[in-house]
């Protein structure tokens, strides 16, 4: 296993790795090699979406790993992103049952949001149906105890990629009054949790001893295909969290909410293969969702409440989702985990992406922490749907208690979350088509990455602090007229943030700690 410093700079190189190894005609844009920052904004944003695809034997588009293109996921964005809006807002998918005061397993967690817009509203459970209340279904769901691998708060069980809140623990939360959003949620306690996320990515079993066969460019990496494809899924993820921050943004000089050009081009238009990474995701979840279809369309939705006016508008709803993913779902996981290690990969590949679920523990804002949660139990569902589960398995006469309640609402929300980031990629080319050029001149300029940008890192032995105190300071006093418990709340995290910093100064060098990550 790989020192953790080198983890996290060989994770950074494989991803560069991923993207020198891109066709030129991508229909991104930006990501030929030797694009400068400001032409791979300027392709992705003037890129225009086709509207008529299918997936062929040959795509002119391809997604790495995959047997799709970038121009078939397009075709079915607009018609996906409006059915699964309509779905994640009926009962059942809109109800989500989550354990948000768990303790960090990792590190004594201090970094508490000050904003309001971290905290989240949750449903008393006499407002939930009976039969989806964890009293019910702890009797049909659970496994048998010999199945189960406890640990505080949460278990797991050998098929699972990720680990699963106690059905006894935690609260109901309409997820629709919860939006995904900019919170304000920032500083060392977020860094710290893409961090640790990052540096426990590297795998430590012999690559060369599996059938994964590397894509042509990627060849020096030295890397497998499930470890490439555990990298685009964590990439993707975070990229499509970024996407949703930039579309519901929070203006603080007109304290209005709306999309931030300059927050999309920042986080993702300037790095295309972040955007291609969450396509990936896409046609990762719609493979699961392909497979899981007949045991999806046979689930009951009225929840036992006598309502079934909402299970056939359910149904119908999900079967359109259902049958876009048949067509455009084109993941092989037969590919994956043959070789001779290909047991020893995929517990690893296990261990890891449960490691990401459990420290989103960790996440020190309420909502960005339900998110994360949900997310990732969506992808882990997904994974074990394509790497776990048999064609028997899937029947759903045979095995009608395949997914818990809480794994299909979170895979059908995860797989909103992608499309919807998507969709806004289209929104986002929209208002840069709008702009004037000297407008778009003024984005461009501020382009992470660019040499002629005017941002510029501390420099080597500088005593600046490593976050911004004066809008520590605005927010804390902003937190305080709204509220007492947060006012406490960003005081305490401002002392952590402090203290931090000054321990930072006097140590010595920095060799010891994982190098920086850009994203």
């Known amino acids: 296993m790989l020192p953790r410093h080198l983890c996290a700079l060989v ?93 960090c397993p990792f590190w004594q967690e201090h970094g508490l949001c000050m904003n309001r817009e971290c905290g989240i509203t949750t449903v008393d459970e006499n407002e939930i149906p009976e039969s989806w209340r964890a009293a019910a279904l702890s009797k049909v769901e659970m496994p048998g105890k010999d199945e189960l691998h406890h640990l505080p708060g949460c278990y797991y069980r050998d098929s699972d ?188 590949f296990k261990q890891h992406f449960r490691n990401v679920s459990r420290i989103m523990d960790c996440v020190g804002c309420d909502k960005c922490r339900l998110w994360g949660k949900v997310q990732t139990s969506g992808v882990g569902t997904a994974l074990k749907i394509l790497f776990e589960l048999d064609e028997k398995a899937l029947d759903p006469k045979l095995n009608h208690n395949l997914l818990t309640r809480s794994e299909v609402v979170a895979l059908i929300n995860t797989l909103h979350r992608f499309t919807e980031s998507l969709h806004a990629v289209n929104d986002f080319r929209e208002m840069w088509q709008r702009e004037e050029a000297s407008q778009k001149g003024k984005l461009l300029e501020n382009v992470a990455g660019d040499p002629a940008s005017p941002k510029q890192s501390p420099r080597a032995g500088s005593t600046a602090l490593p976050y911004d105190l004066l809008k520590d300071l605005q927010r804390w006093l902003r937190a305080c007229q709204e509220s007492t418990v947060f006012c406490v709340r960003g005081l305490l995290a401002g002392l952590q943030s402090a203290i931090s910093a000054v321990t930072r100064l006097f140590q010595l060098s920095g060799k010891d700690r994982a190098p920086h990550m850009e994203f």
């Not at 299918?54 to 996921?73: A, H, L, N, R, Y």
């Open 161 to 348: 990629f990720c680990f699963i809140d106690d059905m006894s623990e935690g609260d109901y939360v309409d997820l629709t009054a919860n939006p995904e959003r900019f919170t304000g949620y920032t500083g060392p306690s977020a860094h710290r949790v893409w961090s640790s996320i990052y540096e426990e990515n590297c795998f430590g079993v012999s690559h060369f001893d599996t059938l994964g066969a590397l894509s042509e460019g990627e060849e020096e990496a030295n890397t497998c295909l499930e470890q490439r494809v555990y990298y685009k899924i964590i990439s993707g993820l975070h990229a499509s969290i970024s996407t949703h921050i930039c579309v519901d943004h929070f203006n603080q000089s007109t304290g209005e909410w709306g999309p931030n050009l300059q927050c999309f081009i920042d986080r993702v238009a300037s790095h295309p293969e972040r955007l291609e990474y969450m396509y990936f995701n896409a046609v990762l979840l719609l493979r699961a969702v392909s497979r899981i279809g007949p045991y999806l369309s046979a689930y009951d939705y009225c929840g036992g409440t006598g309502n079934h006016e909402t299970d056939p508008y359910t149904l119908d709803k999900l079967n359109n989702v259902v049958h876009i993913a048949q067509n455009v779902g084109k993941f092989d996981e037969k590919m994956m985990f043959r070789g001779p290690n290909a047991d020893i990969l995929k517990e690893e």
């Open 11 to 103: 994770f950074g190189l494989l991803l560069q790795s991923g993207v020198e190894a891109s066709t030129p005609q991508s229909p991104l844009g930006g990501l030929a090699p030797g694009l400068g920052k400001k032409e791979q904004v300027q392709d992705v944003l003037d890129h225009k979406r086709v509207t008529e695809a299918s997936c062929k034997q040959f795509p002119t588009g391809p997604i790495d790993t995959t047997s799709c293109d970038f121009e078939t996921v397009e075709s079915v964005t607009d018609a996906l992103y409006t059915h699964l809006h309509d779905l994640v807002q009926t009962p059942f998918f809109k109800y989500f049952r989550v354990d948000l005061y768990r303790d």
